[in-house]
């Protein structure tokens, strides 16, 4: 029984994941809002993952689907980490500005 996923030619889910990424690293460098960033580091990660499946799929080797299970474990906890510091952040200064937050240096 013949996958789907090979169906589709690889260079269509790395130009896929290529367009993910630059959205992502685009919304790093452009927004100054916390949770933005936050959101395009998830899209950043989100894109290496369908790429990681992609060509896991269609060499049929599961360590890249093992190494996506790994980084999504990562991806949870930097979100967690990061929406406790950014409610901190919040809770004292009433902005998660990120320029705003240059103002905290000592």
């Not at 290529?18 to 580091?41: D, E, P, Q, Y």
């Not at 902005?95 to 937050?101: N, T």
Request: glycine share 4%; with cysteine.
């Amino acid at each position: 029984m013949e996958q789907t996923i090979n169906i589709i030619p690889i260079q269509y889910y790395m130009l896929l994941c290529t367009l993910l990424f630059v959205i992502g690293v685009a919304g790093v460098l452009i927004k100054r809002n916390a949770l933005v960033i936050f959101m395009s580091i998830e899209i950043m990660l989100n894109s290496v993952n369908l790429l990681l499946v992609a060509f896991s799929v269609y060499h049929n080797d599961p360590a890249g689907q093992i190494f996506v299970f790994f980084v999504m474990i990562v991806a949870a906890a930097e979100v967690a980490v990061g929406l406790a510091l950014v409610v901190m952040v919040y809770r004292h200064t009433h902005s998660i500005d990120i320029d705003f937050l240059n103002k905290l240096k000592w």
